[in-house]
């Protein structure tokens, strides 16, 4: 154990440099400890990989540069008790406020309260830790969902055959999960297959797992996929089976390498509805900034998403997140958990 604790302390220590311990002048007019400087913030994802969580990293970077605040990025990767470890880690190193991205509440619900009683600002993005001093980063997951199936009922019409990939415990997909039931139910769907994974090569172990589901039950036409890594591995499942014509997929998140893959010819992926994952992780800094500084930004802080159809990237001839941000503003930037004294990125 205590050779892990070592491992783990050096880890946070490397992500700390690789992050660049950006220089803490101070800002003019802002609230303390941020008029001095020297602000300590540390992000423990529980995810490792994914072009959600690179960008969403990329937005924290900019935020926390923007305020000169010395950051620690660190990944769980997929590991209930690595994760713990690392907040815990956090919690030693003393920093002021600790970001949690993801992860099973029942496996950090105490150690988050463990900073709290710390005097450490905690904020979460899409794990319910159900603590009234834990502001909640939350994408509207209902609504992202309730889009995409908007969609969904509009191209297939009420009674389709479909199915969900779903991998219950986790906030966000439970969210989605639960309005994919409601459409089930007030559109008279037929839900034919539930199956998913959450590990290190998502997509593929997916892909494996659609194909199966697809041979068995040919009569399926729409997939919903509550996240993006299991949009990729039932694209893949799709391509292999030939079958682009007849089964589509109905997703939730975006990032650069999806849009590529929604606007292959004939692709089956053919809406998703998100945020940009970039704005989450500067929204993320934002609040637990302002919870550092003494103002609370409210326990929940919403920020609302955008459907994107085949169709819109198509036409607008949309081949990158930055394209995407320039034709739909609502991915340029959000004014959640804003302040005066807060710079903007750059």
């Known amino acids: ?25 101070g800002i003019e007019g802002a609230p303390a400890p941020f008029d001095k400087g020297d602000v300590d913030i540390a992000v423990v994802s529980f995810l490792g990989s994914g072009d959600w969580l690179q960008a969403f990293e990329a937005g924290v970077k900019r935020q926390a540069d923007a305020l000169g605040v010395n950051l620690t990025i ?73 889009l995409v199936l908007e969609q969904a009922v509009k191209d297939k019409g009420d009674g389709f055959v479909g199915g969900a990939v779903y991998v219950a415990g986790f906030a966000p997909l439970d969210r989605r999960y639960a309005v994919w ?34 041979r068995a039950n040919p009569d399926i036409s729409v997939i919903f996929t509550p996240w993006d890594e299991f949009a990729k591995g039932v694209k893949l499942a799709i391509d292999e089976l030939g079958v682009a014509k007849d089964v589509k997929i109905y997703g939730v998140d975006i990032s650069t390498a999806d849009i590529q893959l929604m606007t292959e010819p004939d692709s089956a992926w053919v ?21 550092i500084a003494g103002a ?40 959640a958990a804003t302040a005066s004294w807060i710079p903007a990125v750059n």
């Open 1 to 25: 154990m205590n050779a892990l604790l070592k491992s783990l302390t050096g880890a946070l220590a490397g992500a700390l440099f690789l992050a660049g311990q950006v220089s803490a002048a």
């Open 74 to 146: 660190s990944q769980a990767r997929n590991d209930n008790d690595t994760q713990r470890s690392l907040v815990e880690q956090a919690i030693n190193l003393g920093v002021d406020g600790i970001i949690i991205n993801n992860g099973r509440p029942e496996v950090l619900k105490d150690v988050a309260q463990k900073a709290l009683d710390a005097g450490i600002k905690v904020v979460a993005y899409d794990v319910n830790l159900d603590n009234p001093q834990i502001p909640q980063i939350e994408q509207s997951d209902a609504d992202m969902a309730r």
């Open 181 to 214: 039931q409601d459409f089930v139910k007030t559109h008279n769907l037929t839900e034919k297959a539930v199956w998913g994974v959450v590990n290190d090569t998502v997509p593929a172990s997916v892909a494996d797992q659609t194909k199966a589901i697809l």
């Open 271 to 291: 809406a998703t509805a998100a945020t940009n994952a970039a704005v989450v992780g500067e929204v993320s800094v934002r609040a637990v900034s302002l919870a």
């Open 296 to 335: 609370f930004p409210g326990q929940s802080v919403l920020l609302q998403p955008t459907l994107v159809t085949r169709d819109d990237l198509v036409s607008n001839e949309i081949s990158t997140i930055e394209d995407l941000q320039q034709k739909f503003p609502a991915f340029l930037k959000s004014d």
